[in-house]
């Protein structure tokens, strides 16, 4: 298997980068993760244009076009063995001579990027899918959620007190009590009958799971799907509460802080909306 760092290919225990590099002095970079199932890549076009903002908003001047960034993606696919492959993109400001705070010129960016094994697709069946039970707590991270920055101490933070718990993910509210996602993840709910997840602003991430989710539904009238503020009550007083990401896709909440939500299984709207989801992904 191979890892592409910085326009060469090449074994991963070959692949160095410098203890200077602003990545890992700053946390100073953006990533990526994009599932590819039998070589097909899910949401490829959206993931990289995501990224591709989180570089402009951080003023990373990087000239590789979405056809450089495929051919990456492929090269990658072609070299790591299995049909279900994570591709890990990741851009760093770079690596300097000295530790400043000031964004340095004259550096070039870090580009590395690697394949890791994924279980498989998600199941759309209640008695195979993967569930969970997870924590809810306030979010104490920063007020630029929206990039997808490599600094992940936040989140690193929150899913850690989750797992303490024994809770695979941890869903957060702000001051005002109103959910914005979870550690890596987006969040839905649904109550009689209306999915509802929360807009986006600078509390979250713009989730690609999340807008195929929009995407698909809107094909649906019979569908009905809000973007608006659920507070932490609504939450916990859901039918049916979802955590989404690209490797987990619709993913079934049972449990929050140790309650029941609905009937403690994956419910009859996820059931509907991960089986659209299943047979439209790869449509975008
Ligand atoms: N929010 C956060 C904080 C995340 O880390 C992720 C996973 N990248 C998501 C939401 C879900 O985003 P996506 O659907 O693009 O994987």
Same mark, same amino acid.
């Given at each position: 298997?191979?890892?592409?760092?910085?326009?060469?290919?090449?074994?991963?225990?070959?692949?160095?980068?410098?203890?200077?590099?602003?990545?890992?002095?700053?946390?100073?970079?953006?990533?990526?993760?994009?599932?590819?199932? /039998?070589?097909?890549?899910?949401?490829?076009?959206?993931?990289?244009?995501?990224?591709?903002?989180?570089?402009?908003?951080?003023?990373?001047?990087?000239?590789?076009?979405?056809?450089?960034?495929?051919?990456?993606?492929?090269?990658?696919?072609?070299?790591?063995?299995?049909?279900?492959?994570?591709?890990?993109? /990741?851009?760093?400001?770079?690596?300097?001579?000295?530790?400043?705070?000031?964004?340095?010129?004259?550096?070039?960016?870090?580009?590395?990027?690697?394949?890791?094994?994924?279980?498989?697709?998600?199941?759309?069946?209640?008695?195979?899918?993967?569930?969970?039970?997870?924590?809810?707590?306030?979010?104490?991270? *920063?007020?630029?959620?929206?990039?997808?920055?490599?600094?992940?101490? !936040?989140?690193?933070?929150?899913?850690?007190?989750?797992?303490?718990?024994?809770?695979?993910?941890?869903?957060?509210?702000?001051?005002?009590?109103?959910?914005?996602?979870?550690?890596?993840?987006?969040?839905?709910?649904?109550?009689?009958?209306?999915?509802?997840?929360? #807009?986006?602003?600078?509390?979250?991430?713009?989730?690609?799971?999340?807008?195929?989710?929009?995407?698909?539904?809107?094909?649906?009238?019979?569908?009905?799907?809000?973007?608006?503020?659920?507070?932490?009550?609504?939450?916990?007083?859901?039918?049916?509460? *979802?955590?989404?990401?690209?490797?987990?896709?619709?993913?079934?909440?049972?449990?929050?802080?140790?309650?029941?939500?609905?009937?403690?299984?994956? !419910? #009859?709207? *996820?059931?509907?909306?991960?089986?659209?989801?299943?047979?439209?992904?790869?449509?975008?």
């Amino acid at each position: 298997s191979q890892v592409y760092l910085n326009g060469d290919y090449m074994a991963p225990e070959e692949a160095k980068i410098s203890p200077m590099d602003r990545g890992f002095l700053f946390g100073d970079g953006i990533y990526e993760v994009i599932p590819a199932y /039998h070589g097909k890549m899910l949401g490829f076009n959206a993931h990289i244009e995501r990224m591709q903002q989180g570089l402009a908003a951080i003023e990373i001047a990087l000239d590789y076009d979405v056809e450089q960034w495929r051919e990456i993606c492929e090269t990658l696919l072609s070299t790591n063995p299995g049909p279900n492959q994570g591709i890990y993109l /990741h851009v760093s400001r770079g690596t300097d001579s000295k530790r400043n705070h000031a964004y340095p010129s004259g550096v070039a960016p870090t580009v590395f990027a690697f394949c890791f094994t994924l279980p498989g697709e998600p199941s759309c069946d209640a008695d195979k899918a993967s569930s969970y039970e997870v924590s809810l707590e306030q979010d104490r991270r *920063w007020q630029r959620c929206n990039i997808k920055s490599t600094a992940l101490l !936040g989140n690193v933070m929150h899913y850690q007190s989750g797992a303490r718990a024994g809770n695979k993910e941890t869903i957060l509210f702000n001051a005002l009590g109103e959910i914005t996602e979870a550690s890596s993840s987006n969040v839905f709910i649904v109550k009689e009958g209306v999915i509802a997840t929360p #807009p986006l602003d600078t509390q979250i991430l713009p989730g690609i799971t999340r807008w195929l989710i929009l995407q698909i539904v809107h094909t649906h009238s019979e569908l009905r799907i809000e973007e608006r503020v659920i507070t932490k009550d609504e939450l916990l007083d859901a039918d049916e509460v *979802w955590i989404t990401s690209a490797t987990k896709e619709v993913g079934p909440v049972l449990k929050v802080d140790g309650k029941q939500i609905g009937q403690g299984r994956p !419910g #009859p709207m *996820w059931q509907r909306v991960q089986s659209l989801f299943s047979q439209h992904k790869f449509d975008y």
